[in-house]
């Protein structure tokens, strides 16, 4: 099974540079995420979205876009990457009911120069 | 504002031994917490989900409670091994703003010694 599948694995940007990482799932889920781990922190919650067409902000969305054109794709874009953006990016799965588990995808290592 | 936190921020054991970890959250309206296991440059594997209706979860050597009113839980480990050396990461699920969202800890980085 593949799960929660995110491309690239490491990516290097200049400041300025955009990019967009990808995200896709086979699991049928609804609802998707885009978090983010800085060293030493919680993930923080990027945007979200709750089915094909609909998506929301979360905590930190300032400079990040996302579309869901498919229910198996949640694509996070950067614009106009900033050193701030230097990061590990999780995106993650669940089906649209109470008291299930969220999947995770292996993560992108984005850095900013 | 919903925070978790997570003691110790480090742990070292030998190997064998039994321990705890520990999460606190300040929500105690919490549809269910999950512990995550996050081996380094890697993703998130999910270990244990406890509703909020239910006390303890068990898988294999572990076993993860769960004390709503106190906003508190534990992932207990049996037995360590060299192999349990990861982050361990706890996250409550509400059902806010954020459809679902996780609040994330900052984990509990754990070695097992040989």
């Known amino acids: 099974n593949a799960g929660v599948t995110q491309t690239p694995k490491f990516r290097i940007l200049k400041i300025g540079q955009s990019m967009t990482l990808q995200c896709t799932q086979d699991?049928?889920?609804?609802?998707m995420y885009w978090y983010r781990q800085d060293p030493g922190m919680g993930l923080k919650l990027i945007y979200y979205s709750v089915g094909a067409g609909i998506t929301d902000k979360g905590e930190v969305p300032n400079g990040y876009n996302v579309s869901r054109s498919t229910t198996e794709d949640f694509p996070l874009r950067l614009e106009l990457a900033a050193p701030s953006q230097t990061s590990v990016y999780f995106c993650?799965?669940?089906?649209?009911?109470?008291?299930?588990?969220?999947?995770f995808g292996q993560g992108t290592r984005l850095t900013v120069v | 504002k919903q925070e978790v936190t997570q003691i110790p921020a480090a742990l070292s054991v030998p190997e064998g031994e039994n321990l705890v970890l520990n999460c606190s959250f300040t929500?105690?309206?919490?549809?269910?917490l999950q512990w995550f296991r996050q081996d380094p440059g890697k993703g998130l594997t999910s270990l244990l989900l406890?509703?909020?209706?239910?006390r303890e979860q068990t898988s294999g050597r572990l076993n993860a409670s769960l004390d709503k009113s106190s906003g508190r839980s534990t992932l207990y480990i049996a037995a360590s091994q060299p192999g349990d050396s990861a982050t361990y990461l706890c996250a409550f699920m509400n059902y806010g703003g954020s459809q679902g969202n996780l609040i994330f800890g900052k984990g509990t980085k754990l070695s097992v010694k040989p």
């Open positions: 929500d105690s309206a919490i549809y269910n």
């Open positions: 699991m049928n889920h609804n609802y």
């Open positions: 406890i509703q909020s209706s239910q």
């Open positions: 993650a799965s669940r089906v649209d009911r109470p008291n299930t588990e969220a999947f």
